[in-house]
């Protein structure tokens, strides 16, 4: 059902980015690049919400591109926990 759905485009009750973004009045560009957040490694987003970040941890730092593999943050020195 889900590679279904997937080859599809999505279910059709899917919302876009853009509605979402509308409906919570984020601007949509923000919205999509905040979304990557969420392929943070655990490890991260605890030290985030603990404080316990590096100074040098910055939303601007985390908005750049990182590797979306958890493995691969932690191997490549994303890791700054």
């Known amino acids: 059902m889900f590679s279904s759905a997937h080859a599809a485009g999505g279910p059709a009750w ?4 853009g509605e979402i973004a509308a409906v ?14 969420m392929l943070l490694t655990p490890a ?3 030290a985030i919400l ?5 100074a ?14 958890w493995r691969e943050q932690v191997d490549g020195g994303f890791r700054r926990t």
């Open 24 to 37: 919570e009045k984020i601007n949509p560009s923000f919205f999509s690049r905040a979304l990557k957040l």
């Open 44 to 46: 991260i987003v605890e």
């Open 14 to 17: 899917t919302p876009r980015l």
């Open 56 to 69: 040098e941890m910055t939303l601007a730092g985390l908005m750049e591109p990182f590797p979306v593999g």
């Open 50 to 54: 603990d404080g316990r970040q590096p």
